[in-house]
C-alpha cells in the first residue's frame, strides 16, 4: 500500500521494540486485541516480558456500529466521548444497556484467549500497553484506567502511529507514550500505514499468547 511505513504488525512492534527506553524490571507487556497483540509481542520478547491479552472494546452507536461514543475494559472501566454524548441523544439506561451488552462480549473473548488462566497481576508492575495504532483512543484510555485501577507502577503506551490530537490527548494519562509515526492529516486510517493489516484471527492471536507463555515460563 503507498505511504505504508511497516510491513506488518509484527514489524510495528520490532521497532517499538528498539525504540522503547522505559524500565526493564517488572515489566509486563498487555496488547489490546487482536491487532494489539503481535504488536505486543516482539515488545515482550526483547524484554524477556510476559504477554498478555486485553478485549477492550469500542461502544458502538446503535445505529452506525463502525462508530464509537466510548469504551469498556473487561474489569469494567468504562470511558465516554463526553463531547460526542449529546449529539447523539441517548438515554442513561440506553447507555447503561450498550456498556453491559459489550461488556459480556469483552468477558466471553477474554475467556476465549486466556482460557482459565488468570490475568496477569498488574500491581507494582511497568505495565505497556500496545496496539496497532490509535483512532480515538478510547479503547487505550479504557485499558489505561484497567491497569490505573490494578494499581500499576507505571503505564507506558506503545503504538506505532497515531493522529496528532489522539496523541495529545492520550500522553497525559500515562507515564510515556511511544509513538513511532503521529499523523497530522484530516483523514486518518491506521489501516493505511501497513502493507499487510489483514483481519487478524483468534487462532492467530492465540498462537502468539503460547509462545510468549512459553519464553515466560
Known sequence: MDGAIFTDRLDAGRLLAEAYRGPRDGV??????????????????????????VTARKLPVPWSPE?????????????????LLPALRLSRPEIDAIVSDVLAEVRRREKVYRGDMPPAPLEDRNVILADDGLATGYTMIASIEMARNAGAASITVAVPVSPADTARRIEPMVDKLLLIHVAHTYSFAVASFY???????????????EEARAWSA
Open 67 to 83: 462508530t464509537g461514543f466510548g469504551a469498556v475494559a473487561p474489569d469494567g472501566s468504562v470511558v465516554l466521548n463526553e463531547e
Open 195 to 209: 502493507r499487510d493489516f489483514h483481519d487478524m484471527e483468534d487462532s492467530e492471536v492465540l498462537d502468539l499468547l
Open 28 to 53: 509486563v507487556v498487555l496488547g489490546i486485541a487482536r491487532g494489539g497483540v503481535p504488536v505486543g509481542f516482539p515488545i515482550a520478547k526483547h524484554l524477556g516480558a510476559p504477554l498478555d491479552v
